[in-house]
């Protein structure tokens, strides 16, 4: 088990940026790491995730090249530095650890693990 923590949401403006921070308790280096989003009225969907071996990213078509996911196994953090942000990308966005196969790291049911969740919404 891992306990999360997400901070870093907020009210930003089109084309801006914002950094998602993830501490987690307990052993972090063992999970696959994710973050998942979910819009009103929509069902929560993947946005990235950092493979526990080798650190591999897989990216959500949406957001490839302007998302980037990082971790620190030292700092027990998870990051998502987001830039170039659209009005689509409001959502609340949710860190999650799991341990999946390949064929599932994009899907929520993958990881055991989520933290509250974090408001990102982007207007003018």
């Known amino acids: 088990q891992v306990q999360l923590v997400e901070s870093g949401g907020g009210l930003v403006q089109p084309g801006g940026s914002l950094r998602l921070s993830c501490v987690a308790s307990?052993?972090?280096?063992?999970?696959?790491m994710a973050w998942f989003r979910q819009a009103p009225g929509k069902e929560r969907e993947f946005v990235a995730v950092?493979?526990?071996?080798?650190?591999?990213?897989y990216y959500a078509d949406s957001v490839k090249g302007r998302f980037t996911i990082s971790r620190d196994n030292a700092e027990n953090t998870l990051s998502l530095q987001m830039n170039s942000l659209k009005s689509e990308d409001t959502a609340v966005y949710y860190c999650?650890?799991?341990?999946?196969?390949?064929?599932?790291?994009?899907?929520?049911?993958?990881?055991?693990?989520w933290g509250q969740g974090t408001q990102v919404t982007v207007s003018s």
């Open positions: 950092n493979r526990r071996y080798g650190s591999a990213t």
């Open positions: 307990g052993p972090f280096r063992r999970y696959d």
């Open positions: 999650a650890a799991g341990t999946a196969i390949t064929s599932t790291i994009r899907s929520s049911s993958a990881y055991a693990n």
